[in-house]
């Protein structure tokens, strides 16, 4: 389990970025994208992601979180699952964001923040692990990551402090994982 003293202030250890991608939509229907349920499968694979993050601290302080509706759901099934955040904010700028507004988003966390969940969507949230750790040690994971980021992926990194300090290739790529319910 990682576990990770609390980051008071500028230039203490570094901090935790839990990157997640959320559980599987459903494509039935002729909702817009942003507008996509979880499938049944998802359903259970949201779940099994509450649990994986319950079970390995640190918790989230802030957790920032897609406003689509997967990602909405994802994160409720998630905390009926066990998983917990400090503040959950859904944001409208998650959902379209690249890589690059992704590391803005989270370069503006406030110094209170020592561990942050970004649950948002793909290619963007693949491509800030990779801009972020830059293939930098975890080979075997790096591999597996590489081969793909599927829905319900988990990428924990350990970055620096303060927030403001994270750039690109100034991630460890801890942990990755991908739940299945």
Known sequence: HDSLPDRPGEGSRPGRLIIVRPAKSSWAGDAVDHDRPLSRRGRRDARALGAHLAARPPVPDRALVS???RCRQTWQLAT????????????????EASATDLLGQVCASPSSVSNLLLLGHNS???DLVRLLAAHTGQPDLWHRID???PTSAVATLAVPAPWSAVAPGSAELL?????RG
Do not use: L
């Open 147 to 149: 081969q793909k980021f």
């Open 175 to 179: 942990a990755y994982g991908v739940p």
């Open 124 to 126: 963007s949230v693949v």
């Open 67 to 69: 406003d689509a509706v």
């Open 80 to 95: 009926e699952a066990g998983a917990t955040a400090g503040e959950v904010m859904f944001s409208t700028t998650v959902y």
